[in-house]
């Protein structure tokens, strides 16, 4: 066999590997069984919240919260659970209706964010700034999309764990100071889309082929002596 011939085999083996990746994405279009319920299966992941799902929509923003406190949204006190089902990376996630004032007087809103064991907080903090949060753990942070007014309210994590994660936690925390007054404490959001693949680890099979690929290689590339005469 050719060295181009082995090399062929070789990336038809694995990229059959990386095609049998899966993915999950939770977003409006597939969480509708959640609805009314306190827990529901979308795309593959385990959805768990604290009382009855409900869905908020403004300007175009749809979001999954909490039906109680404030409907649609996940009100301090409130949680959210997501198993991915198995370890994975997650790629984004998109939260809503996060505010800094003078919007429904929320102000200086915090999402925290639990990925396995870590705890993560999406904090906005600036004076009546809309547009600016900050992110604890990896990744980026950026708004996204219109969903009130001048301000944003929705913010786009991009890679934001370090390392592929199985369980998803979010909840909302009381406002940072100095912040006080009507509103302080009205920490509350929604789940715009939460993106994630697994790639899983090659069979043994496909490994040996790798192996038995790379010892072909090694052979097709030693030189032909001449036979001593």
């Avoid at 590997?17 to 827990?39: E, K």
């Avoid at 994975?88 to 915090?110: K, W």
């Avoid at 009130?148 to 370090?162: I, M, Y």
């Amino acid at each position: 066999m050719t060295t181009k011939t082995l090399l062929a085999a070789i990336t038809l083996a694995l990229g059959g590997v990386a095609a049998s990746a899966n993915a999950t994405d939770i977003n409006a279009s597939n969480w509708g069984p959640c609805l009314g319920n306190t827990s529901c299966t979308v795309d593959g992941a385990t959805l768990t919240g604290s009382a009855k799902f409900d869905q908020k929509s403004n300007n175009g923003g749809p979001g999954l919260g909490i039906s109680t406190a404030t409907g649609g949204e996940i009100d301090i006190g409130e949680t959210v659970g997501v198993n991915l089902g198995a370890a994975m990376t997650v790629t984004s996630i998109q939260l809503l209706f996060l505010y800094n004032g003078p919007e429904y007087s929320d102000r200086a809103e915090i999402a925290q964010i639990t990925a396995d064991n870590m705890v993560y907080t999406l904090s906005l903090g600036n004076v009546f700034d809309d547009d600016t949060a900050v992110w604890s753990g990896a990744g980026s942070v950026s708004k996204c999309g219109t969903t009130l007014g001048s301000g944003s309210g929705c913010f786009l994590l991009t890679n934001p764990f370090a390392s592929p994660v199985q369980f998803l936690g979010f909840t909302a925390l009381a406002g940072n100071p100095p912040f006080s007054g009507p509103g302080t404490n009205n920490s509350d959001y929604a789940i715009g889309r939460i993106t994630a693949e697994r790639k899983p680890v090659p069979e043994p099979g496909t490994l040996a082929l790798f192996a038995m690929g790379l010892l072909g290689l090694a052979a097709a590339r030693r030189p032909i002596r001449n036979p001593i005469r």
